[in-house]
């Protein structure tokens, strides 16, 4: 064999003596034309020689038995089966296989000659591969078709597979007669390491390599294997971690929405227990359904503040009558004041040295009475005393006759001081001396209460003693005495001083205050038990009861006592243990109970229906109060604490004096002003932080800068004032001429100011430098709105004219006039980008016809003019469109009773905004742009969820002109209507403290809850 070059072999083939040239591993390259004798090809099956007419790569001779059968099988398989590394195939082979193998699979016929598909398969075979074990040589056809094939001239092509026994033992006869020595491939150990040797040392040979190549490269190519495979297992490992994130994430938002739904189903019985179940909602997924629970649950959920600080039970509480302290009176002893929108403590009074029993403000607010003493020992209990209710002093101390006091109270006038004390006796005092006046003595037994009558003439008393009294104050007699059936546990008066309430066992009775004649008994009761006390509504048409046995009633009074003798009731049902006190809410329209089954519970008083519990105390409920505005209410417990809760959400947190106001945009501030007189007012308390002196002629309008630091005043004498938002310093005055102004705002970096006057005129001063900066003329017609664009370089305005004007904040100069709209334009606001602007007109038409033509809210492009798209879904005029704070949204409100929320990108129609009654006169956003307050023809104010349309709150029946936001979306100033004879004179701020985001709403559930879920609260909802 010569060398053709250092890399190819040349040699002659064994079987025909045709010449070629191959690589190491006898991949054929090309045949060697100037010493061909014959044909060769490329061997399309893999990287080996095939020659003309040869079918079979190699040819398995075996013997049959079973043994040898399997080994030649699995070497039948595994060489079909190989595919030959890329590396050693020749480019362009259609297939990376050695070719097909021979193996019989029948044991041939007795038979002196091979068959002719056994000869025809050898010649046809490059190589014979013999399956050798020690059965082997005992074979007469595989001994035969070892000389067949060597006859062909191929004896060096052949191979041998040892399975079992030594080569001398196992290899056939026919190789050692013909002096084969052959490469014997060893698997008689059966492992897994050795059938992959023999497998590749029989694959090196079938394709000419060396050994030890084909493993490396058998390795390597191993190696990629492993590493697709690694890298398909890590592809497969992320798929699967992505599509177990997936699933996680739906498991989780099932179990949100599932939570969610759990929350609602329990709001009406334990609106703590839905906050709770809605938080946990959010923490496994945050959902929309899960956070609309929870808004929904903290609407219903009151609880404000826990009043901690008593060693012991609360025995009483009550609120101050403007509703801003709580005084407290506990088994210590000690008299506690706390603020009530804080709750934070005020005063602790070391008031007795026993349990307080009574306490009671004076109508000013300014004195407070206590009483203490028990059964148990009256050693220090004779004793009521008068306190300071601001310093704590202690004014006067009324030592009683004997026995302990049982009750204490002011006169309406608070002059006068009552006390009914254990032994029967009342006594009236002054409240400004401590001087006992008067003795009022003639019931046997001990007295359980006593009361002024509203004009302070008598005083009413109820005792063990089974009768009621009314007493004259001029000669201190009785006036008239009632006579009951048991101990008369509870006495009432109406405001109006008609009728009086008694309470006994078994039932309660109305009588007429002037004579204590029966008017009417209220049945209901359980007769073996007591009725503990009877309150009237506010209007003095409702007495309700509270029972032992856990009902209330709320009795109807006529205007005439009722012909069977009974008042017409009202049952409410639910407590589970005696029910201690009864209050109705200044309103009248709900009833509040106190109870043994550590619950307090407010009811419709109408139709007795379950408002809401106020439950969380873990003890006796033994008193509750309601505020003078009907707001919050006070329960305090045997459990060592006092609840303050929030029972009305609509009624206003602050009033502040004014016809008109605005809140800053980043601060608890508000300016409001009544004529000339412009004051500065913190949101959150209403207090009054500066009066703003300097103002001449009545104000119009007024502004704050965007950080707050600026307020900016118009008023109808022409002249526009630029304050200081701290000091209320006066730092500018813009005079335009004589005609009063009608708006003003500022740039959004609060270097201009900006003011309309009735004479259709805008002028624009530098605040820095006090200049005139320019003049906007060219309005033919009222000039309803102005505005800024966000860079401050250019302004919009809106006309009667039914033009829209975009200017020059520098100079002044028109740089577009829209010409879109057919009637008067209200409003024309620029987006956050300054690109569009938005414009509203009503159409044509007027308020007295009604007959307007429908014309739609118009986008526009500030730079052209050219119409974006319009706004159409109302059905009649539309009043107003506003902007959110980052230009979003944009919602409109309508003659036809209804808002709409729109995607200012695309024109899309977000939510329907429908429940006033009247047509609606504005709407604003919340500065985050969730919600939406409007304000309608029907007195009302309504707030919304701005994308689904949901309504959150009504506040009803104050006729308010226009909303706003505070910068935290958690108050809403409502101003006046300017609809004459319904003007208030007042600015209200309302509580929305759903209106905020969900962390902040989260944080607001965390302050309120003040406990965790329980375990069987957990076991059902949770798993």
């Known amino acids: 064999m010569g060398v053709v070059r250092s890399s190819l072999y040349a040699g002659r083939s064994a079987d025909t003596g045709r010449l070629f040239a191959s690589d190491p591993c006898g991949v054929i390259l090309a045949c060697v034309p100037e010493l061909q004798l014959g044909t060769c090809k490329t061997d399309r099956f893999g990287g080996g020689v095939q020659f003309s007419g040869m079918r079979y790569t190699a040819f398995i001779s075996y013997r049959h038995i079973e043994s040898d059968r399997r080994w030649a099988k699995w070497l039948h398989v595994t060489l079909e089966s190989y595919r030959i590394p890329k590396s050693l195939r020749k480019a362009g082979a259609a297939s990376g296989r050695l070719g097909r193998v021979f193996r019989d699979e029948e044991e041939l016929a007795a038979s002196s000659d091979l068959s002719r598909e056994v000869t025809s398969a050898l010649e046809d075979s490059r190589y014979l591969l013999v399956v050798c074990s020690p059965s082997t040589p005992a074979s007469r056809w595989v001994n035969e078709e070892i000389k067949q094939f060597a006859k062909l001239g191929r004896q060096d092509n052949i191979l041998a597979l040892l399975t079992a026994g030594e080569p001398e033992q196992s290899f056939p006869p026919a190789m050692s007669q013909l002096g084969v020595e052959p490469l014997a491939a060893d698997v008689r150990d059966g492992s897994r390491h050795g059938k992959r040797d023999a497998e590749l040392r029989i694959v090196a040979t079938l394709l000419g390599c060396r050994f030890d190549d084909l493993r490396q490269r058998e390795q390597e190519r191993r190696l990629r294997r492993a590493m697709a495979l690694l890298a398909i297992m890590a592809s497969a490992s992320i798929l699967f971690a992505m599509l177990a994130v997936v699933a996680v994430v739906q498991l989780n938002t099932a179990k949100s929405r599932q939570l969610a739904v759990s929350s609602l189903y329990v709001l009406n019985d334990d609106p703590e227990l839905a906050v709770m179940l809605a938080t946990e909602g959010i923490s496994v997924r945050r959902t929309g359904e899960a956070e609309e629970a929870l808004r929904e649950a903290m609407l219903h959920f009151g609880l404000r503040h826990i009043l901690k600080g008593h060693k012991g039970g609360v025995e009483r509480a009550t609120f101050t009558p403007d509703g801003k302290r709580i005084a407290t009176g506990g088994d210590d002893g000690t008299v506690r004041i706390w603020n009530t929108e804080t709750g934070a403590p005020i005063l602790v009074i070391q008031a007795h040295k026993r349990a307080v029993n009574s306490v009671a403000f004076s109508p000013d607010g300014w004195l407070l009475v206590t009483a203490s003493g028990s059964r148990i020992s009256e050693t220090g209990g004779r004793t009521v005393r008068v306190w300071d209710a601001g310093s704590g002093k202690l004014l006067h101390e009324l030592k009683l006759i004997q026995g302990y006091a049982v009750d204490a109270k002011f006169s309406h006038d608070g002059k006068f001081v009552v006390t009914a004390d254990s032994e029967g006796f009342a006594l009236v005092w002054d409240a400004s001396s401590g001087k006992l006046k008067m003795v009022l003595q003639g019931h046997a037994a001990g007295l359980t209460h006593a009361s002024f009558a509203p004009d302070d003439r008598s005083v009413f008393t109820s005792s063990s003693d089974w009768k009621a009294a009314k007493w004259d104050l001029a000669s201190g007699r009785p006036v008239r005495v009632y006579l009951h059936h048991s101990d008369v546990y509870g006495l009432a008066l109406s405001a109006d001083g008609k009728f009086a309430a008694t309470a006994e066992r078994g039932y309660a009775q109305v009588e007429s205050a002037m004579n204590l004649k029966p008017w009417c008994e209220i049945r209901g009761h359980d007769a073996d038990h007591d009725v503990l006390d009877v309150a009237f509504s506010p209007d003095g048409r409702l007495v309700a009861t509270a029972g032992s046995e856990g009902v209330s009633l709320v009795a109807t009074i006529g205007a005439l006592p009722p012909s069977e003798g009974f008042c017409p009731v009202t049952t409410l049902s639910g407590h589970n243990g005696s029910v201690n006190k009864v209050i109705f809410t200044p309103n009248g329209e709900s009833v509040l109970t106190a109870s043994d089954d550590h619950t307090a519970r407010v009811w419709d008083s109408k139709t007795g229906r379950l408002v809401t519990p106020l439950l969380g105390h873990a003890g006796i409920v033994n008193d509750v109060d309601v505020s003078g505005d009907g707001r919050y209410a006070v329960t305090a417990s045997a459990d060592g604490t006092a609840r303050i809760w929030q029972i009305n959400a609509t009624l206003p947190r602050v009033t502040l004096p004014g016809e008109g106001g605005i809140l800053s945009p980043a601060r608890f501030q508000a300016l409001t002003w009544q004529g000339s007189s412009?004051?500065?007012w913190?949101?959150?308390?209403?207090?009054?932080?500066?009066?703003?002196?300097?103002?001449?002629?009545?104000?119009?309008?007024?502004?704050?800068?965007?950080?707050?630091?600026?307020?900016?005043?118009?008023?109808?004498?022409?002249?526009?004032?630029?304050?200081?938002?701290?000091?209320?310093?006066?730092?500018?005055?813009?005079?335009?001429?004589?005609?009063?102004?009608?708006?003003?705002?500022?740039?959004?970096?609060?270097?201009?100011?900006?003011?309309?006057?009735?004479?259709?005129?805008?002028?624009?001063?530098?605040?820095?430098?006090?200049?005139?900066?320019?003049?906007?003329?060219?309005?033919?017609?009222?000039?309803?709105?102005?505005?800024?664009?966000?860079?401050?370089?250019?302004?919009?305005?809106?006309?009667?004219?039914?033009?829209?004007?975009?200017?020059?904040?520098?100079?002044?100069?028109?740089?577009?006039?829209?010409?879109?709209?057919?009637?008067?334009?209200?409003?024309?606001?620029?987006?956050?980008?300054?690109?569009?602007?938005?414009?509203?007109?009503?159409?044509?038409?007027?308020?007295?016809?009604?007959?307007?033509?429908?014309?739609?809210?118009?986008?526009?492009?500030?730079?052209?003019?050219?119409?974006?798209?319009?706004?159409?879904?109302?059905?009649?005029?539309?009043?107003?469109?506003?902007?959110?704070?980052?230009?979003?949204?944009?919602?409109?409100?309508?003659?036809?009773?209804?808002?709409?929320?729109?995607?200012?990108?695309?024109?899309?129609?977000?939510?329907?905004?429908?429940?006033?009654?009247?047509r609606i006169d504005g709407a604003t956003f919340s500065p985050d742009g969730n919600f939406v307050a409007t304000v309608g023809g029907d007195c009302d104010m309504r707030v919304w969820d701005a994308r689904s349309g949901r309504i959150l709150l009504v506040f009803a029946g104050n006729c308010f002109g226009a909303t706003q936001f505070s910068p935290d979306g958690a108050l809403i100033m409502a101003k006046p209507s300017r609809i004459p004879g319904i003007h208030t004179g007042t600015v209200d701020i309302l509580s929305c403290e759903v209106c905020i985001d969900t962390d902040k709403l989260l944080t607001l559930e965390r302050e309120r809850v003040k406990r965790s879920l329980l375990a069987s609260e957990r076991d059902r909802y949770l798993r």
């Open 682 to 918: 913190d949101i959150r308390d209403g207090h009054q932080i500066l009066k703003l002196d300097g103002q001449t002629g009545n104000v119009i309008e007024a502004a704050f800068s965007a950080n707050g630091d600026l307020a900016l005043t118009a008023s109808e004498d022409g002249t526009a004032r630029v304050w200081d938002g701290s000091s209320g310093k006066l730092l500018r005055t813009f005079r335009a001429d004589m005609s009063p102004l009608t708006h003003a705002t500022f740039s959004h970096d609060g270097n201009f100011v900006a003011v309309v006057s009735q004479d259709n005129v805008g002028r624009v001063w530098n605040v820095n430098t006090g200049k005139l900066t320019s003049e906007l003329r060219g309005h033919t017609g009222f000039v309803n709105s102005i505005m800024f664009s966000s860079d401050s370089g250019r302004l919009v305005t809106a006309s009667e004219d039914h033009t829209v004007r975009i200017w020059n904040t520098v100079n002044g100069s028109t740089m577009l006039v829209y010409r879109g709209h057919a009637g008067p334009v209200r409003r024309a606001s620029f987006t956050a980008d300054g690109e569009r602007v938005v414009s509203v007109s009503p159409g044509t038409g007027n308020d007295t016809t009604r007959e307007w033509n429908n014309e739609p809210v118009r986008i526009w492009n500030a730079r052209t003019g050219a119409d974006i798209f319009h706004l159409l879904g109302h059905n009649d005029a539309i009043e107003d469109a506003i902007l959110s704070g980052d230009g979003k949204l944009v919602v409109t409100s309508s003659y036809d009773r209804t808002a709409r929320v729109w995607d200012a990108t695309t024109g899309v129609n977000l939510s329907e905004l429908r429940g006033h009654i009247e």
């Open 678 to 680: 412009v004051s500065l």
